[in-house]
């Protein structure tokens, strides 16, 4: 089992990354791994909600925000349309964040 002290050095470092209401599941589960599958779980990149807000404000009518969350289906619409006349790339200013931190956690739960 990974170390107390390991775990809580992953959720300071790695918070940003995940919704804050799964932080205490993601403790608990991180806390039965053994040192190998911790180790992998160490080295992940994960998408940055800064970051992809950043993109969906300046370029979202392109839909680059969606391709780079893995949503190709909804990218190509928004490339299409233009972000289906602007609509859904202001809907994705405010939620573009939240889906970045579903994804990660996604991520982050299929590896475990």
Do not use: H
Not at 19 to 31: A, F, G, S, T
Not at 32 to 40: N, Y
């Amino acid at each position: 089992m990974a170390d107390q002290q390991k775990i809580d050095m992953f959720i300071m470092t790695n918070q940003k990354y995940f919704p804050e209401e799964k932080m205490v599941y993601l403790k608990d589960k991180l806390r039965t791994l053994d040192d190998e599958k911790f180790s992998l779980v160490s080295t992940m990149e994960f998408k940055d909600p800064t970051t992809l807000l950043l993109i969906s404000i300046f370029v979202g009518g392109l839909g680059i925000d969606r391709f780079m969350l893995g949503d190709t289906g909804m990218g190509v619409l928004k490339l299409l349309t233009g972000g289906c006349c602007g609509v859904l790339a202001i809907i994705d200013w405010f939620t573009i964040s939240k889906k970045a931190k579903e994804t990660n956690f996604n991520k982050l739960m299929t590896l475990i």
